[in-house]
């Protein structure tokens, strides 16, 4: 008896699920592995979602079998079950629709299945609230640790470094000895997201607390460890964080309306920066922006330099009829926002 040759059935899901978190997001893209995990974490949702929706087992679902209904009722799901934000509704339905143009692309009778699926919208959500401490909040977030003992004193280390340099909580979990230049001038080299390296100047202050820090100890090391010696994780710098906000807010209570975080101190760094006349292009390449257009929010969302143009207009002061008056004012007032 001969057999004839093996089809491969290009009408399972699974595999193409499979190429896509192999062959398109590591060989093809290369993106970090944060990245990688917010993918896939998606796709370890929505499967057994799909399934159940549908009555078919994981592995014998067919493409078609994920229909836009399908996509719909799972985002509906994630909002209402889940409690989601629409931010993050959006984020998983950016997955979905990368997923179907993969498969499109490479299997053309699956194009009007693509289509459907990139058909679903993004839901319009709010711009998101861009929070910081003012000077005085945060000098009061950088008095909370005891520098006497040594874990306060890594711990003042970490929240100045982080003022310092607007570093992401992961950047600081995975900051080795070796990154950093000690010397005159101090600076660090930092690995941002998408493996990009950046380097941020240290104030001497910052320097002389990290010195102290790592002292007599290996390059390899990282320099943030925890009670047991080990790499402190982001989920530990978020909780350092989190607990000296709640004891600063008791000498700065208007820290206790907002959400002390490691992303609200970058934001902080961001708008101190703006306040002191640094130019906004530098400010993106300190941050570790890819585009302008992110930075840019910093400078719409302080108002402190707001009420510094507002003060510059004295409307009363122009001469002339009010619509004369009026209009130059108007124009300052727009030039200078």
Known sequence: MQWGPIMKDNSLLAPWVRRFLLEHLVAERNLSRNTQASYRDTLTLLLPFASKQTGVVIDRMTVEDLTPGTVRAF??????????????RNQRLATIHSLAHFTGMRSPAHLAWCAEIRAVPFKKTAQTVIEYLEKVEMDALLNQPDRRTRLGARDHALLLFMYNSGARAEE??????????LGEPSSVRLHGKGNKFRTCPLWSTTATSLSRLVANRNNTDAVFLNRIHQPLTRFGIHRLVT???GLASQTVPSLATKRVSPHTIRHTTAVHLLRAGVDINTIRAWLGHVSLDTTHIYAEVDMEMKAKALARVDITSVKGSPRQRALPSLMAFLRAL
Not at 76 to 85: F, I, M
Not at 172 to 181: E, F
């Open 243 to 245: 607990q000296y906000g």
């Open 172 to 181: 600081v979990a995975r900051l080795t000895i070796a990154s950093l230049q």
């Open 75 to 88: 985002l509906d799901y994630l909002e209402r079950d889940r409690q989601c934000s629409g931010v993050t």
